[in-house]
T-cell receptor, first 112, second 116 residues
């Protein structure tokens, strides 16, 4: 079975600084998608960024970027110029076909 | 337009009772997912509906769990004879998918179920 591992239960970053959240996954598939979702206290899950496994170029969305290492099965999220509104739970997710799996999450705290 | 809505937002029930959770997806979204999120944990896939295809029920944890969807509209998740371990937030998501590949899932706010 495919698993998604987030080894950092909690992370903290100073406002305006940069933080990187780690994610590794296990799969035997060659075609799949990886996602980072943000879940603020409101419980509303929001897609932050998406990466197609067949693309070598790392995805970027404004202050959010990923470091996708397919051979190492690693998919980290970098948040630049952290803002107070970035404080939330962040979930790494994997999808192949109908199989969608989430990591246990990383709680990010942003200090003013 | 409206996003995914779920009702009720909170539900407290006694052990052994049946509960029904409702999800209204975004209009036109062909795919609908149910997930369970236990306290402090990630999302656990339960069931997936895609158009008129047979649903993927591979994530349902026991036969006490079932879900229905009428066409491409409302879905209900039913838990029979609830147990304390069923306490969790149940999240619904919908997606405009004609292919499995990459369409974004839009999540509802969830239903927090507490079984006493």
């Amino acid at each position: 079975a495919q698993t998604v591992t987030q080894s950092q239960p909690e992370m903290s970053v100073q406002e305006a600084e940069t933080v990187t959240l780690s994610c590794t996954y296990d799969t035997s598939e060659s075609d799949y998608y990886l996602f980072w979702y943000k879940q603020p206290p409101s419980r509303q899950m929001i897609l932050v960024i998406r990466q197609e496994a067949y693309k070598q170029q790392n995805a970027t969305e404004n202050r959010f970027s990923v470091n996708f290492q397919k051979a190492a099965k690693s998919f980290s999220l970098k948040i630049s110029d952290s803002q107070l509104g970035d404080a939330a739970m962040y979930f790494c997710a994997y999808r192949s076909g109908n199989d969608m799996r989430f990591g246990a999450g990383t709680r990010l705290t942003v200090k003013p | 337009g409206a996003g995914v809505s779920q009702s009720p937002s909170n539900k407290v029930t006694e052990k052994g009772k049946d509960v029904e959770l409702r999800c209204d997806p975004i209009s036109g979204h062909t795919a609908l997912y149910w997930y369970r999120q236990r306290l402090g944990q990630g999302l656990e896939f339960l069931i997936y509906f895609q158009g008129n295809s047979a649903p993927d029920k591979s994530g349902l944890p026991s036969d006490r769990f079932s879900a229905e969807r009428t066409g491409e509209s409302v879905s209900t998740l039913t838990i029979q004879r609830t147990q304390q371990e069923d306490s969790a937030v149940y999240l619904c998501a919908s997606s405009l998918e004609s292919h499995w590949s990459s369409y974004e899932q839009y999540f509802g706010p969830g239903t927090r179920l507490t079984v006493t």
